[in-house]
């Protein structure tokens, strides 16, 4: 099993929105960076965990667990003219965007706060403290477990 951080802002969709999807979950789609593309498309397995993070927010951080349900599928909004997704170079033959289905596993009695996660030693080196954070990015295991320890 692999572990991610897939940040999120929650007036977009939140952990709450992503409960109330049920098992079916949601596709995570409109990811537009080629890093965390590949991440999604060829390094996440159904059954990885993910560290779900509310951020651009009065209260940015993890709000909570959710698991990768699907393999990458193309995601279908870079097809659609109308989507602030759409990318006219991308073709069904040759699609440039993948998303993963991802399920609601558990939210956080409260939010842990960035502010909180800057201050583990423990998490010096984790993808979401360094610059150019992306969107979706990896956890180590013993981050994860760091992280768990502070819900």
Not at 10 to 29: C, K, M, N, T, V
Not at 57 to 67: L, P, S
Not at 80 to 98: F, G, I, L, M
Request: charged share 25%; hydrophobic share 40%; net charge negative.
């Amino acid at each position: 099993m692999n572990y991610w951080l897939m940040k999120s802002e929650p007036d977009a969709f939140s952990i709450d929105d992503l409960r109330s999807r049920g098992a079916d979950g949601e596709p995570w789609d409109g990811v537009r960076n080629y890093q965390a593309r590949n991440f999604m498309w060829h390094d996440m397995s159904v059954g990885d965990r993910v560290l779900f993070y509310h951020s651009s927010c009065k209260d940015v951080g993890v709000a909570g667990i959710a698991e990768i349900i699907s393999e990458a599928v193309p995601d279908e909004s870079q097809f659609n003219p109308e989507s602030p997704y759409y990318d006219p170079k991308a073709t069904a033959d040759k699609p440039r965007w993948y998303l993963r289905q991802v399920r609601f596993v558990e939210k956080f009695p409260t939010i842990i706060p960035l502010a909180l996660l800057k201050k583990q030693s423990a998490l010096v080196d984790m993808a979401l403290l360094k610059r150019g954070r992306l969107s979706v990015s990896p956890v180590t295991e013993s981050e994860w477990h760091a992280v768990l320890s502070l819900s």
